[in-house]
């Protein structure tokens, strides 16, 4: 079913209302937790609108390169935004599909200031549009 006309948004919403959430990978530093103050508004952005995408069902994946102590400190820092972690550089422990493996995690998106930050904003900002919608109105996907 086509819900959108960027393929990545119509891929993302179909997953989602298929599966009932879907499953974000998201970087921290730039990403979600400012590290450089020009782009302080663009992590609060980000964070919003993950906020507004738990009330529809995701599982959050904390993929970063952080490692050590800052590595442990990094699902306190997420959690303290509000955001619910199910895992860092790991898959979540109920996830039964033969991916994420060979050190690679699976994901329906991934979020990073590195990896096409305002493309990825705008793909997850329009699917949960469209998604709120087909949920208000019982519509399911084919």
């Known amino acids: 079913m086509r ?8 891929r993302l919403v179909t997953e989602w ?6 499953i974000i990978a998201c970087d921290l530093d730039d990403t979600i937790i400012p590290y450089n103050e020009e782009i302080k508004d663009n992590c609060k952005k980000m964070v919003n609108l993950i ?3 738990q009330k529809e069902g995701i599982v959050f994946l904390i993929n970063t390169a952080r490692s050590g102590p800052q590595l442990e400190r990094a699902k306190e820092q997420v959690e303290s935004l ?8 790991e ?3 109920d996830w039964n599909r033969p991916y994420g493996i060979n050190g690679k995690i699976y994901a329906n998106i991934f979020l990073d200031d590195r990896g096409g930050f305002d ?7 329009n699917a949960l549009a ?13």
């Open 3 to 10: 819900h959108h006309v960027n393929f990545y948004t119509n």
């Open 17 to 22: 209302l298929k599966n009932g959430k879907i």
């Open 51 to 53: 906020l507004e995408c």
């Open 82 to 89: 509000g955001i619910e972690v199910h895992g860092v550089n």
């Open 91 to 93: 898959m979540h422990p």
């Open 119 to 125: 493309c990825a904003y705008e793909t997850l900002s």
């Open 130 to 142: 469209i998604v709120r919608e087909k949920r208000k109105d019982g519509t399911k996907d084919e």
